[in-house]
């Protein structure tokens, strides 16, 4: 088709769906969809495959494909003009029940063009704990609400009956009613701009388009993997629980223009809503490929075609119903989107022409904190601690990770600023910073992570509740890449009694590491828990993973690290074999040279014993 | 915010027949100077910007305007009441890295807060969706403060703004010594919660006064006493990093006005489009951000008003850079989320989105496809365009506009610059047509379609964003690049007619002129829905206080100033706060503040969609502000009699150009816009020189030259 | 003919024969399209405290290193449990 009418159409269509997001958040108006942009927007063809994706959370892109296919599926003959599908069953489609999906079709003079669907995080969906993550649940049928699909909107008119149904079983239904309405507002504006693009173009010439976007995606995709090595390359994470422990492994292989994930061994679903659906483990895939990989290529139907996913049946990585999978985002579709960032930077490092795109695992493990209870005003207060958006940048074959630089599946994500969060929640900060040490070491350093306390404060309750989900304590999650060291882990405390001694420990108010915080610490990871009274709660999340050897470091990004405290010097010294002088002020030179050839010679000894 | 009331006295001087004001702005290229008078012709000068010695640019724009006007710069000066300045001044700072070295002191636990930037905010924030879908090439902007120059200090306030943690003043002290130690010579201040209790940062400032006089001190909650530390203390580093150069800037060029014969008032353009007096702007560098888009706003509002237009799309479209500013019912936006050279900021600021795409804007072709591209690369002012000659080699949009006949190569510019459309020829069939399997010409009139379309996507979304519909506005089209594509994204638009503006050489320093000295004041506190008057007005009677005394500090006189009040509301548990004028006059009623509610809510939906609004949360006001502005005397364009439609004396012969109608080459009727006439009617094809740029009719189009010369597009 | 293999190593090219080699001192490893694991130097130490306090984890988790038996370069890292076998990464054409 002609190069410019092309371009022109490609354009718009990418603006159709950036409308959409506008609309998206602007009716909802809540925190987690307009800070955490947790949301996605998507343009799909007549038959349900991807034609436009938008910048959002990436692991829903294929997803909704597959509810678009599914309710095609099943309402064949029933999908009438101004009709709008709800869909949130994890086993059908979705990623966990609280990301609901609507799914609009698009009719042209009657006939069905193309489907727009999008999602955000309702406020609750009423499984057994508040927000949607449900640590206490043990199967499916606690985890709240969940459609396999059902008619919300009929020929343009809600159906009240449905919209009662799903009502009636959340907490703050009309926060719900609010996410639904935001979703079916961006579903109209998706529709009416999409048939605007037509009504100026010609149905024959927009399909053209579309089919030619979604050609040109595959081409391009499949020459760029031509370009790449063929090979295999392995990664593993270990993914833990509540003290248990669960692997994800992938061994991803690249033939001509193809590439096979293949999940075989990895562990048995889990009793633990960490387990990801197949449709979950198959977006999660994605969410690394577009940006890794497809970074200038259009996000569609035809980067999939190159690709095939193999993850046997009952595995942490494609659980069987009944198994619970409402902390999958935050549980294995993260490890799938890590082994999938390391195979892919792995392939990626053993090509001239695209090892600069090769970077460690970002943010491997996210930092899950629901608040819920009554807030200084008097009012309730439901939501996430937005932290767990700071993430850690991944260090890069050319540059650091970038400290609390968020995370890859969510390109731009943010968090609150401690003066938004004290406004709106009964707490207040004792300190929120860089965890220093926390990035992977290596020649270039993962990016920081980052820790924060927060206590109760002015609370008419005494204090708030918190839902925690969290992984990735016992083991890192942001491996290293090429000889670069893996993140620390994240870390969560309970710190009882923190303030009661006020008399002895002025300063324990104000303590400003958990070091200093002088009250019995109790680790804790899952469930729902008080903080009350004098308790305080510690959460430290992981950095990013490190690139190639710490013994080659620029002794002066060293200094540079360890003058802006995201070093330590004893981790200078051990680690990157760089001493400083007495006011770290500078490199001591003859002595580095002298600690970096004991730290090489000290590698073989210790291999000998 | 405001309604505007015919124009009224003068300010300060009210001396000895002074009767002039002189506007000078200071842009990226050009430093143009706009000088009237009351019932005199205005006059016009322009120069080169002269970074970063800005003062001799602004000069050489003067004497550029006194030689028009057949008199020396002295003289000139002599005569003149009032000296309107904007100035890139600080822009370039920032742009430069020029700034001085800056320490930053931050509450005890939150060192990191400048540095981290909420995130991957600061990472992603000001990048094009392109680089933000490519994550492992993106970076924060090397941050103007050393992590090594930033110190925690032990104190704490809490939301309330109740003292916790007493100021450790000693440890105060401390930092300070050790940041000039280490050859800070700024020094910024933020502490959590200081825009509600600002005592601790006050007493920082004075134990700074007192152990480093020297140091330039900026306070977070002087400089933008709103919530958010992140947004404050970035806004406060900037303040102070760029704050020494903006200070001696401004009082360097009073210096030299003085010296030249001046002796009256110097007002100087903030980024809300209000002026201040230089004493006052010296020490608010960041205001000066982005100054001359906003006045180029202003000057658009003051051309709608006198056109009878109150809702107007200001698109600017030069070299390198398109901006986009929005006026709706005759009122600016302020922008929610500022940035400057990808940095983060809070201060009142005009909303006016800048993206970089311009003529100088690089075709070229995706190599795996053979799809062509319009930028994001520019070849900017140089090498720019091929066909300018200076040693470009990569096809621009400006090419491609030769290469379609719209411009003519031996006028271009007046005839001060002579155009080889040959060699834009030859490269462009070589670099882009060929490879395309196009010919030239048609490969030359996709582009430009491209372009038109992408123009068009742009303000769709920027006008959509803000909750509103492009077919309600009139579109001004600034700037040399955008009069030759206004035609055709106007009208794809839909917009209700496009006007190319006579003062668009000099927008900015008309704008200058068009603008009031505006004070802007708020507060941040949380009242409930409905509270009685008294509460509200309880909060505003200090701020009114204080800008009756700024004003009597100025010398302006009562009878000028008028007071605009709007407050933010939201709904509870929503994020978006929307700012809703309060309509009352002096005393406020409990009726007034329930039609605040009421517009409130008509605003929200009309910005936010049907169905946006979550009654049942209750609603709450969060700032209340006030703006102070003194009324300031307006140039008066002269309106001229209309000499008959036909434009037959300005008809320069027929050429064969691009018609989109067409999609092809068509004959077309060309105009020099210098001898075009008021009341005269072109009918589309047609294309129209002017000294500055080059406005395109397409077929089927009228262009229409109003009382004030400017050339309006209408569409059939 | 040089070409990267990882960020470390490289494919090496000499006399017909192709080899996998460290990218810091040239040692040759294993031969191309082998895994080169065996090859090197294997250090394997608790994760738990090993570059910093926050580095919390289990006491099982093992930190692997493989280093370059020529320069004692370090090629590649491993978090794993006692006994995993080693990640393989081949490379083919």
């Known amino acids: 088709m002609d190069p410019i009418t092309f371009e022109i159409i490609r354009h718009r269509l990418y603006r159709v769906v950036e409308e959409a997001v506008i609309t998206l958040k602007h009716v909802s108006g809540s925190a987690i969809t307009n800070e955490g942009h947790d949301l996605m927007v998507s343009l799909y063809r007549a038959d349900g495959s991807l034609l436009m994706g938008g910048v959002g959370f990436l692991h829903h892109l294929t997803s909704a494909a597959e509810a678009c296919k599914h309710i095609i599926r099943t309402f064949a003959g029933n999908i009438q003009e101004g009709d709008v599908f709800l869909l949130n069953d994890p086993y059908t489609a979705a990623l966990h029940t609280s990301d609901i999906y609507l799914v609009h079709p698009i009719h042209h003079k009657k006939k069905l063009v193309a489907w727009s669907a999008c999602f955000v995080h309702v406020y609750d969906i009423g499984a057994m704990n508040p927000g949607g993550f449900s640590p206490e649940s043990r199967d499916i049928y606690t985890e709240g609400f969940s459609s396999p699909g059902i008619k919300l909107v009929e020929k343009g008119a809600v159906r009240k009956d449905v919209m009662a149904l799903l009502l009636n079983m959340v907490r703050s239904p009309e926060m719900v009613a609010l996410d639904i309405s935001s979703m079916i507002a961006c579903g109209n504006v998706a529709r009416e701009r999409m048939l605007a693009l037509i009504d100026k173009y010609g149905f024959k010439t927009v399909d053209q388009a579309c089919r030619s ?33 669960y692997r994800v492994t992938l061994a991803m292989t690249k033939k001509k223009d193809t590439l096979t994930f293949d999940f075989t061994g990895s562990s048995p679903q889990s009793p633990y809503g960490v387990n990801c659906s197949y449709w979950a483990g198959w977006g999660a895939l994605f969410a690394p490929i577009f940006p890794l990989l497809c970074y200038d290529i259009t996000w569609n139907e035809g980067m999939i075609r190159p690709i095939t996913m193999i993850a046997p049946e009952g595995t942490i990585v494609n659980a ?151 992984k990735g304590i016992q083991y890192p999650m942001s491996e290293g890449l090429g000889g670069g060291y893996p993140a620390s882990p994240c870390s969560y405390q309970w710190v009882h009694n923190n303030e009661a001694d006020r008399a002895r420990n002025v300063d324990a108010k104000f303590a400003q590491s958990v070091d200093e ?81 004991a730290l090489r010679a000290a590698r073989f000894a210790k291999a000998a014993e | 915010m405001t309604k ?184 910024a201040v933020s502490f959590l919660w200081s825009f509600h ?200 949009l400006t090419d491609v506009l030769a290469l379609i006949g719209y411009m003519d190569p031996e006028i271009f510019l007046g005839g001060t610059m002579r155009l080889d459309i040959e ?22 009139f996709g582009i430009y379609r491209i372009a038109a379309a992408q123009i068009t996507d742009l303000i769709r979304e920027i006008t959509v964003e803000r909750g509103l519909d492009p077919r309600d506005f009139t579109l001004h089209a600034f700037g040399g690049t955008c009069g030759l594509l206004c035609g055709l994204f106007g009208e794809e638009l839909a917009v209700k ?43 505003y009677a200090p701020l009114v206080a204080r800008a009756h005394a700024q004003f009597k500090a100025e010398d302006i006189g009562r009878e000028r100033i008028r007071f605009d009040r709007a407050i933010d509301l939201r709904y509870r548990r929503q994020v978006h706060e929307v700012t809703t004028p309060l309509r009352a006059d002096v005393k406020l009623t409990d009726r007034a503040v329930a039609r605040l509610v009421e517009d409130f809510e008509a ?114 | 003919m040089t070409r990267p293999l990882s960020a470390t190593l490289d494919r090496r090219e000499s006399a017909g024969t192709r080899s996998i080699c460290c990218t810091a001192c040239g040692h040759a490893l294993a031969a191309a399209g082998h895994p080169w694991k065996p090859a090197a130097t294997v250090r394997e130490r608790p994760m738990a405290g090993i570059a910093g306090a926050p580095y919390s984890t289990g006491p099982r988790v093992q930190l692997r290193e493989f280093f370059c038996p020529g320069c004692a370069a370090l090629l590649d890292t491993e978090t794993a449990l006692p006994g995993d076998p080693f990640l393989t990464d081949i490379v083919r054409a």
């Open chain 1, 320 to 470: 069987k119903r009944p198994a619970p999978v409402s902390i999958a985002t935050v549980g294995a579709i993260q490890s799938v989107n890590n082994v999938a960032c390391t195979c892919i930077a792995k392939m990626l490092s053993a090509s001239e022409k695209y090892k600069d795109e090769a970077t460690a695992v970002w943010h491997g493990s996210h930092v899950a904190i629901f608040l819920f209870g009554k807030n200084q005003k008097g009012g309730e207060s439901i939501g996430i601690m937005t932290e767990t958006f700071g993430g850690a940048g991944g260090a890069r074959a050319f540059a650091d990770g970038i400290d609390l630089g968020g995370e890859i599946p969510n390109p731009i994500s943010r968090m609150a600023n401690v003066e938004t969060v004290e406004a709106n929640f009964p707490i207040r900060y004792l300190f929120r910073r860089r965890t220093q040490d926390s990035g992977g070491a290596g020649r270039f350093r993962g990016g920081a992570g980052g820790e924060y306390a927060i206590v109760p404060h002015d609370a008419p309750d005494g204090g708030i509740h918190f839902v925690v989900s969290g």
């Open chain 2, 603 to 716: 605003l929200y939906q009309r910005k936010f969609g049907k169905g946006s609004a979550y009654r049942e949360a209750g609603m709450e006001m969060t700032m209340f502000r006030l703006s102070a502005r003194a009324l300031m005397t307006r140039p008066q364009l002269e309106k001229r009699r209309s000499a008959g439609a036909s434009p037959k004396a300005a008809h320069m012969g027929k050429r064969r150009v691009f018609v989109a109608a067409k999609d092809g080459f068509s004959p077309a009727d060309i105009y020099d816009f210098e001898r075009l006439e008021s009341g005269n009617v072109v009918k589309g094809p047609a294309v129209i020189h002017t000294p500055i740029t080059t406005i395109v009719v397409q077929a089927g189009q009228i262009g229409r030259i109003d009382g004030y010369r400017n050339t309006i597009i209408e569409f059939n």
């Open chain 2, 4 to 187: 505007r009331s015919p124009p009224r006295t003068e300010t300060t001087a009210k001396r000895r027949g002074a009767r002039y004001v002189v506007a000078t702005d200071v842009g990226g290229t050009c430093t143009d100077t706009i000088v009237f008078a009351v019932g005199e012709p205005v006059h016009i000068g322009k120069s080169l910007s002269t970074p970063p010695n800005f003062a001799d640019g602004v000069f050489d724009s003067i004497k550029s305007a006194a030689d028009a006007m057949g008199v020396s710069v002295g003289q000139l000066l002599a005569d003149t009441a009032l000296f309107v300045h904007g100035s890139t001044v600080v822009d370039n700072t920032l742009l430069t890295r020029d700034g001085a070295k800056t320490g930053l002191l931050l509450t005890e636990g939150f060192e990191d807060t400048l540095h981290v930037t909420r995130g991957a905010y600061g990472r992603w924030g000001g990048l094009t969706e392109d680089r933000i879908k490519h994550p492992v090439k993106t970076d924060r902007p090397a941050p103007l403060v050393d992590l090594d120059c930033v110190r925690g200090i032990p104190e704490r306030v809490d939301y309330k703004g109740a003292v916790l943690r007493p100021l450790d003043e000693e440890a105060v002290a401390r930092a300070i010594a050790a940041l000039v130690e280490r050859g800070c010579r700024a020094l």
């Open chain 2, 423 to 444: 060699a834009a020829r030859k490269a462009f069939a070589a670099r882009i047509a060929r490879p395309m399997g196009m010919k030239p010409d048609e490969a030359a």
């Open chain 1, 517 to 597: 915080m002088p009250g019995r610490k109790e680790p804790i990871s899952w469930g729902v828990f008080p903080l009350m009274g004098e308790d305080s709660l510690f959460v430290r999340w992981n950095g990013g993973g490190g690139y190639g050897d710490p013994l080659v470091r620029d002794p002066a990004a060293v200094l540079a690290d360890v003058q802006a405290r995201v070093v330590s010097r004893e981790i200078a010294d051990r680690i990157y074999g760089v001493v400083l002088n007495g006011e770290a002020s500078a490199v001591d030179e003859p002595a580095t040279r002298a600690q970096r050839k």
């Open chain 1, 213 to 245: 976007l979604i050609d040109q995606s595959e081409t391009l995709l499949r020459a760029r993997l031509k370009e790449l090595p063929d090979g295999r390359w392995e990664a593993r994470q270990f993914l833990d629980v509540q003290g248990e422990v």
């Open chain 2, 497 to 539: 007619r496009v006007v190319v503006p006579y003062t668009a050489a000099v927008n900015c320093a008309f704008g200058l002129v068009a603008a009031d000295v505006v004070h802007e004041y708020s507060v941040t506190t949380t009242l409930p829905v409905p509270s009685p008057a008294q509460a509200i007005e309880a909060i």
């Open chain 2, 197 to 396: 209790n600002a005592e601790h940062e006050e007493r920082v400032a004075a134990i700074a006064k007192r152990v480093a006089p020297d140091l330039y001190v900026s306070v977070s909650s002087a400089i933008a006493p709103v919530p958010g530390e992140y947004e404050r203390t970035s806004t406060a580093v900037i303040n102070a990093y760029a704050g020494r150069i903006a200070r001696d800037y401004v009082n360097r060029l009073t210096e030299l006005l003085a010296e030249r014969g001046y002796n009256g008032t110097t007002l100087i353009m903030q980024g809300y489009g209000g002026l201040l007096p230089a004493a006052e702007a010296a020490d608010r560098s960041v205001g000066m951000i982005e100054c001359g888009p906003a006045a180029g706003v202003i000057g658009s509002r003051y051309l709608g008003d006198l056109m009878g237009d109150r809702d107007v799309i200001a698109a600017d479209m030069g070299g390198t850079t398109f901006k986009v500013g929005v006026i709706q019912a005759g009122e600016l936006e302020y922008a929610r989320e500022p940035m400057v050279d990808r940095f983060h900021y809070i201060a009142p600021k005009i909303d006016v989105v800048s993206i970089g795409a311009g003529g100088g804007s690089i075709v070229a072709l995706d190599p795996r496809t053979k799809v062509p591209r319009v930028g994001p690369r520019s070849a900017g002012a140089r090498p720019g365009p091929i066909c300018y000659g200076q040693g470009g080699t990569e096809p621009t």
